[in-house]
């Protein structure tokens, strides 16, 4: 059971209810794996991880990384070259001129000057191009505040598509790009073969675009009543909202 965190189980308040907690704990009781798939960095996973009782594990920045919940550490799965990296915010800057770009690494992150900071990211560092670029990382963002999110990746989609994987979670303004080939799917098929478990036996929850992958490939897909659009349209059922508790509904269906 796979499930993204922001819009699908974490509710509009940023908070995840004791009811959601319980259904997960209703399905590892029963013997089934879970794992949160999510845009989010591990830097802001340690209060995620204490609401689940330091246990499970998280994949992180679209699939570019694994957080283990139980231990606080981070297992790099698939980063984005220093080449590629230089190459994507060049091909960006020339497509929407005054963008901002920021870049999550394993450990930290980091942003040039035109970068407009928001939430998490208030106190990012902000460096050259030599340095920002200079290391592999997870996650390579853009923002410019004239787009909406959709805008934004339809515009940059077509100039930086065969460099990177591009998506968006609905940050404000904001387009992620991991590296080629890797999201929430690749990252997901690859844990659940370890395990033995084919994709048919997956059940995934998700929001936004950058779930999509993940609705596409699992064997049962819910998009939770909030979902984007183009979510609702993918997923195989729409369940209750997020802040209905609409995963903890189905899964205790699953699992009573």
């Known amino acids: 059971m796979a499930t993204d965190l922001d819009g699908t189980i974490v509710r509009g308040d940023g908070t995840i209810s004791p009811r959601t907690v319980a259904a997960f704990a209703r399905v ?3 013997g089934a794996r879970f794992v949160l798939v999510t845009g989010r960095p591990p830097r802001v996973m340690p209060e995620i991880a204490a609401v689940f009782g330091h246990r499970g594990t998280a994949i992180c920045a679209n699939g570019a990384l694994a957080y283990d919940m139980r231990t606080d550490t981070i297992e790099p799965l698939h980063l984005i070259p220093p080449p590629v990296l230089a190459a994507t915010a060049a091909a960006l800057r020339a497509a929407v001129p005054g963008i901002g770009i920021a870049v999550e690494y394993p450990d930290g992150n980091a ?3 035109l970068f407009q900071a928001i939430a998490w990211d208030l106190d ?3 460096l050259g191009d030599a340095a920002l670029f200079g290391q592999p990382a997870s996650k390579l963002l853009g923002r410019h505040l004239s787009y909406s999110c959709d ?14 994987s591009v998506t968006h979670s609905n940050g404000k303004a904001l387009i992620e790009a991991a590296a080629l080939g890797v ?6 098929a ?3 073969a370890r395990h033995g478990i084919g994709r048919q036996s997956v059940l995934a929850f998700g929001d936004m675009p950058n779930d999509l992958p993940l609705l596409a490939w699992a064997g049962v ?19 209750g909202a997020n802040d209905d508790d609409g995963v903890a509904a ?3 269906k699953l699992f009573p």
């Open 28 to 30: 590892e009781a029963a």
């Open 111 to 113: 942003a040039d000057e």
């Open 124 to 126: 990012i560092a902000r």
């Open 151 to 164: 805008d934004l990746l339809a515009l940059v989609e077509p100039a930086i598509g065969g460099l990177v």
């Open 183 to 188: 999201s929430k799917a690749t990252a997901v």
């Open 190 to 192: 690859e844990l659940a």
């Open 221 to 239: 897909s819910c998009a939770v009543a909030n979902a984007h659009p183009e979510v609702l349209a993918a997923a195989g059922h729409v369940i």
């Open 250 to 252: 189905y899964l205790e």
